[in-house]
């Protein structure tokens, strides 16, 4: 892990450009879904190791239909994982943690194994403690919230 804190905080800080935030929401998506489909829904060295992320499968929270969604999480050692809503720092939440509120039972896709979960939102005295392990493992990442002019909804993921 601290070998790839360098090479995380380098990717942290392109991430939170503005360039980064501009082109990021069209250019991840497609990124993702690409990697995807290349590995069999599985992560190489980099993507895994260097920002570990996973695919998210929600139910909609007014259509009801299903919902899939690429994230970059932060694992535990316990089988937790972290997501957070930072959205690219835009201003609005991003629809699949209205999802998760309405529907907080979901699955996800991580390292190459679909996983059932229950999301819980971070409640607000949770929420210093688990920004420390974010940032220990995205350096800068609270960045977001300050741009994005909002308080960042944190998901803890439980397996079920």
Do not use: K, Q
Not at 67 to 96: K, Q
């Amino acid at each position: 892990m601290a070998a790839i804190r360098p090479v995380r905080a380098a990717v942290a800080w392109v991430s939170r450009t503005r360039v980064f935030r501009r082109l990021g929401p069209r250019m991840m998506p497609p990124l993702e879904r690409l990697a995807a489909r290349l590995t069999g829904g599985r992560r190489g060295p980099v993507s895994g190791v260097v920002v570990p992320s996973l695919t998210l499968h929600t139910i909609g929270a007014r259509s009801g239909l299903p919902r899939e969604t690429h994230l970059m999480c932060c694992p535990l050692d316990d089988g937790v994982i972290y997501v957070t809503g930072s959205n690219f720092a835009r201003p609005e939440h991003p629809a699949w943690t209205w999802n998760l509120i309405a529907h907080p039972d979901a699955e996800i896709d991580f390292r190459g194994e679909r996983r059932r979960v229950r999301a819980e939102l971070v409640t607000d005295e949770e929420r210093e403690e688990v920004w420390r392990v974010l940032e220990e493992n995205w350096p800068g990442y609270r960045g977001y919230e300050r741009a994005s002019g909002r308080v960042l909804r944190v998901f803890r993921l439980v397996p079920r």
